[in-house]
């Protein structure tokens, strides 16, 4: 009996733990999650944020999407770039 209470309990933090969608909230904060997670989680973007200049940033959205092919358009680009930059943008 408690071996089975502590099973439960295993697979009740299970999700937590996996989950992602911790990212700062903002506008474009959908959007980045939808686009920005298809290949690798979005702490990607966490683990990098106290480095990367806003033109960094753009340039590394450019990367994913004509380096790596992230299906991503230009109007969601930009969405995805100014949210980027404001939540995570390095500051001077
Ligand atoms: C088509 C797949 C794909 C999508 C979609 C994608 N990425 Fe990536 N991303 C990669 C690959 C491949 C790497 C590099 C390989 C690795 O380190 O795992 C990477 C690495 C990164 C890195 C680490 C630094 C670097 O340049 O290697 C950051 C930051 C990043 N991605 C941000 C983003 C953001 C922001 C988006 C949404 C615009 C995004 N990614 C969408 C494939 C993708």
Redesign the pocket.
């Known amino acids: 009996m408690m071996r089975a209470l502590a099973v439960m309990g295993l697979l009740l933090a299970a999700p937590a733990m996996a989950a992602d969608g911790d990212l700062a909230a903002g506008p474009g904060q959908d959007v ?1 999650a939808a ?6 989680t ?1 702490d ?2 966490k ?2 944020s106290r480095f ?1 200049a806003p033109e960094t ?1 753009k340039a ?2 450019t ?3 004509v ?6 358009d230009d109007a969601v ?1 930009a969405e ?2 100014q949210y ?1 930059i404001a939540q995570y943008g390095a500051k001077p």
Request: some cysteine; proline content about 3%; hydrophobic content about 50%.
């Open positions: 980045v686009n920005c997670g298809a290949c690798h979005t990607y973007i683990m990098n990367l940033w590394e959205v990367k994913m999407r380096a790596f092919g992230a299906p991503i680009a995805i770039t980027l």
